[in-house]
Structures are given as structure tokens and as C-alpha cells.
């Protein structure tokens, strides 16, 4: 009998699995699919010759997790690569908001939009010097963050106090309006908001716009050598290697519970796996609480808030092989992983509020990536192995656009979600379609199949908006990994901090079980060696 049982081999929950075993627990981590990873994954099923990620592609909050970090998957072989730039927005004048690998030439570009723009660049990324550090810390530790809070609160008031917090509180296009004269760190900052579900003037928006935008600045958008696999391939021998157990195709169909307390898993094929001390779920919160817990066992005020859980945007994604780059319109775009696509703030306005009342965008906000650009292993040289993806409603009332698209996501659907994706490329980078050797459609449901975390192929496992974050996040009064079930934890981007490849969760599940042990000094220890 394990110590505990891990349900899901996602990036959480092979995380909580390593630390787990680092306090010389016994772990068995049970997935579904046939192949760990969760939204970690790639595969050459594009074409032979070029590796195409899943899911997830580009990884800031990887390369500043502390968490990470601890784990030093560098000794697993883990390597990263970056792209010449980081991040690009064209516009459709030629003219190109770029974010650098060095700040001094981020504000180099940004000055040629408005000359004062570059120390308005150069400002924040000497706030983000300050506090990031802390900040991050802050992030990835259970809510309410104790130690890193108070440092977190000694830098803020050093680098302006509330004047600070009122900044990471504004809306994105709010921010960007007060900070930027120009164009160009309006771009960076609001596109970089919707990586997530937050629309150009959502409260809170700005924070995270300049949050990745900072992250971007300091640690780059940085890619596994060889793909998405690789992230995961060493989360995985490091767990073998200290012992843990691995087990794919296994799908959990319930939580064994014995007088309200979690006691181990059934599986579909009727295998029961006993935990001796912690179950740790890396699933969604419905999933674990409705599905493999039930409403039966959980109390009524926690069921009420499940009906008022909310999904983040769901996702349509196109991969390609190209059989050469990318000809944009914009030069600076050419050196970029990863490329934003979009008619300005108004554009992005625009495509948001379409999400919003329920409509397929029309013109669709397109977040583009260059794996070959940024790791030249991805194809043969001269090609570049690339894909998109755009959010869309998790409920679509109906299509902007003229295609009459429902959600019912048939190949017709499909084939015409994918064309309007490549439109909106073709508007930047003339001929684009001319070189697509082959593609993919990733449709909302077919990334839901894939990874069942994900509905819709919401990427964040719940919306990133202020009411379900920190002491909202799953539901109100959460925060922490614990459930109201005892050994029982939630291990995955459903619980604070969310979203993102950074093992948070998962940590924080792994340090919640131990402690109930009395093993947190033990792990602490672990984690040092």
C-alpha cells in the first residue's frame, strides 16, 4: 500500500508526487491517458519530420518557479532554448511592438513609437527588479502567503506603496494609456493579459499583462529542447529514479472514503488503490468533488458554490508544418516565438467583448507560435514547426463571423474555425497559406478528449479573473490545497495560484499532506539536498 495515490501525471501532480517522494514517502500516480503530461506533452503527428507541442509551448512561469527550480530537473537532462526575441506584435502598417531578450533593446524598439516610452519601459522593469522575486514567492505559496507576503509588502511600500497596487490593479488598457504614449507597451501589455481570460478592461488585467510582460523581460519565453515531452520526460525519471510508480491508462472513477476521510481510489477497471496516508488530485474541481467524491459527501454550501464555478475561454488550436518561415509584413516579428495577432487594443477590445456576449470572434485574436524559431531541433532547417490558437466562448450563442459556427465542432465547423484562424495569419504575413505542408485542428472538445482537465480547452482550469482567485480559488474560503475531506487534496491549477506550468499547486498539495503528517521539516530538509 502507497503512502499516497496521485490522481492525474500532469505537471501538479508529478510535482507533488516528487515531493512526496522526497520525504521518503511511497507514491503511486494513477493517469488516464496512456501517456503522462497532462497539458505537457508533444508529438511528431503533423508531420514525421517536425515536433509539434499539444498543449502548452512557451514556459516564463517554469523558468521563474521556485518550485522548479528545487527539483533541478537540469540533472534529468532538461534543457532550454529561447527565440532570438520574445514576444512580437505586428501591426498592420509594418510597424512592430517587440519585446527583447535585453531590456535596453525592448526599449530601444519601444522608443520608435514614442521616445519616452523606453524609460517608461525601463521604470517598470527596474519595479519588477525590485519586487518580482518576492512577488513570485508570493504567488506560488498557499494563500494566505505568510513570509513572502511581509517581504513582498516591505518592497512594495519601497517602490511606491499604493500607488503600486492601484498600477496592478487597473485595467490593461487603463495601465497601458497612463504608462505608454505610444502603441507599442499598450500591445505588450494588454496581449500579454490574454494569454488568460482577461479582457482588455476587466479589473486586475493590468497586473497580469504586466506581469508576463515582466516575466518575458527577465526570464524570457523559453521552450524544453526538443519539445514540451522533455519537461515532462524529466519530471518523470526524476520521480522513477527516487522510487516513485508511474501508472498510465489507469482512469480514477472514485475517491474511497471511510467515516469522511480519503483512504484511497477505485479505478474503471475495478482495481482499488488503498493510500495509507493522502489521496492528491491533480483534476478539475468539478471533476474531483462531483465525480469522484459526490455531492453526497461534501457540504451543502460548498455544492452551492460549485454551481457558480466558472471555466476560463475555451480553446480552438491549429498546428502546421511549414515548409519555410514565417513571411511577415513586420521584420520584427520574424525573430519572435511567439507572435501576437490582433488590430491593436481596439482589436483585442473588440474580440473580447464578442467572447463575452457569447459570439465566435469574427476576426479572431491569434496567439502564434515559432517552435523552430525558438528551437531550431523542431524541424529541418529553413522550415518552422508552428501553431495558433485564439479563445472562444465556453457557450457559443451564435458566430460574428459568417460561417455559422455552434460548438457542435464537426469537421465542416472545424475546417472552417481553422480557415479564419489562417486568415488573420494571411493579414499579417501575405503567402503564410502557401506554405502549410500539412495541419492539425486541436477543436475545444478534441483538447478536452486529450486531457480531460481542460474543458473546452480551458488552459487555465478556471477563470483568471479576481473573483476566483487567491481566497476564491476554487470557491470562496479556499486558497489551500485542503478539501473538506481529510487526506484529501486538490493538486491542481483549479487551486491558488492557477493557471501555468510552475508546479505550485501540485507543491503546495505535496506540503499540505506532509504537514498533516508532521513531515514538513522533513521535506524542507529534502529540498535543500
Not at 371 to 383: K, V
Not at 416 to 425: C, F, L, N, S, T
Request: proline share 7%.
Amino acid at each position: 500500500m502507497p503512502d499516497a495515490v496521485v490522481i492525474g501525471a500532469g505537471p501538479n501532480g508529478l510535482v507533488a508526487a516528487n515531493l512526496l517522494v522526497d520525504a521518503g514517502w511511497s507514491v503511486q500516480v494513477l493517469e488516464a491517458q496512456e501517456a503522462p503530461g497532462g497539458a505537457v506533452r508533444s508529438d511528431r503527428g503533423v508531420h514525421p519530420d517536425y515536433v509539434s507541442d499539444l498543449f502548452s509551448a512557451f514556459y516564463p512561469l517554469a523558468a521563474a518557479s521556485p518550485v522548479l527550480a528545487r527539483l533541478d530537473l537540469a540533472a534529468e537532462g532538461l534543457r532550454w532554448s529561447h527565440a532570438p526575441a520574445v514576444l512580437a506584435h505586428p501591426l498592420p502598417d509594418g510597424r512592430c511592438a517587440v519585446l527583447e531578450r535585453r531590456v535596453e533593446d525592448t526599449c530601444t524598439g519601444l522608443a520608435d513609437f514614442d521616445a519616452a516610452d523606453a524609460d517608461a519601459w525601463l521604470d517598470m522593469y527596474r519595479t519588477w527588479s525590485r519586487v518580482g522575486p518576492d512577488l513570485v514567492g508570493a504567488l506560488f505559496t498557499p494563500f494566505p502567503p505568510v513570509r513572502s507576503g511581509l517581504r513582498l509588502a516591505a518592497k512594495l511600500r519601497a517602490c511606491g506603496g499604493l500607488r503600486l497596487a492601484r498600477k496592478l490593479a487597473l485595467p490593461v488598457r487603463r495601465l497601458g494609456e497612463e504608462e505608454f504614449a505610444g502603441e507599442a507597451g499598450r500591445l505588450l501589455l494588454a496581449g500579454n493579459a490574454l494569454h488568460a481570460d482577461l479582457a482588455p478592461e476587466a479589473a486586475g488585467s493590468g497586473g497580469f499583462g504586466w506581469l508576463m510582460s515582466m516575466l518575458g523581460q527577465s526570464h524570457g519565453f523559453p521552450v524544453p529542447l526538443g519539445g514540451a515531452d522533455a519537461l515532462t520526460a524529466a519530471l518523470v525519471s526524476r520521480l522513477r529514479r527516487r522510487g516513485g510508480v508511474l501508472r498510465c491508462g489507469k482512469r480514477v472513477t472514485s475517491v474511497v472514503l471511510r467515516a469522511g476521510t480519503a483512504t484511497g481510489v477505485m479505478t474503471a477497471d475495478g482495481e482499488s488503490v488503498d493510500a495509507r496516508r493522502a489521496v492528491l488530485a491533480d483534476t478539475s474541481a468539478p471533476a474531483l468533488y462531483r465525480d469522484l467524491v459526490g455531492e453526497e459527501h461534501l457540504p451543502s454550501r460548498l455544492v452551492r458554490d460549485l454551481g457558480r464555478f466558472q471555466w476560463d475561454f475555451a480553446t480552438f488550436k491549429v498546428d502546421w508544418a511549414l515548409t519555410g518561415r514565417v513571411p511577415w509584413t513586420s521584420p520584427g516579428a520574424a525573430g519572435a516565438g511567439t507572435v501576437h495577432l490582433a488590430r491593436g487594443v481596439d482589436g483585442l477590445t473588440r474580440f473580447a467583448a464578442q467572447i463575452a456576449a457569447g459570439q465566435v470572434p469574427d476576426e479572431p485574436f491569434v496567439l502564434f507560435g515559432q517552435m523552430t524559431t525558438a528551437d531550431p531541433s523542431r524541424s529541418p532547417a529553413g522550415t518552422e514547426s508552428a501553431w495558433a490558437y485564439t479563445h472562444l466562448p465556453q457557450d457559443i450563442a451564435c458566430d460574428a463571423g459568417p460561417d455559422r459556427i455552434t460548438g457542435r465542432w464537426d469537421r465542416r465547423e472545424q475546417q472552417a474555425m481553422a480557415d479564419r484562424v489562417e486568415a488573420q495569419v494571411e493579414r499579417f504575413a501575405p503567402g503564410f497559406r502557401g506554405l502549410i505542408a500539412a495541419r492539425r485542428i486541436l477543436a475545444p472538445t478534441t483538447l478536452q478528449a486529450l486531457d480531460e482537465n481542460l474543458r473546452n480547452g480551458a488552459i487555465n482550469n478556471g477563470t483568471t479573473a479576481l473573483h476566483q482567485q487567491t481566497v476564491f480559488r476554487p470557491t470562496p474560503g479556499s486558497g489551500r490545497p485542503e478539501t473538506p475531506v481529510r487526506r484529501l487534496y486538490l493538486a491542481s491549477a483549479a487551486a491558488h495560484p492557477g493557471g501555468g506550468v510552475h508546479g505550485a499547486p501540485g507543491a503546495n498539495a505535496a506540503r499540505a499532506a506532509l504537514r498533516s503528517q508532521g513531515l514538513a521539516g522533513v521535506l524542507h530538509r529534502a529540498q535543500r539536498v
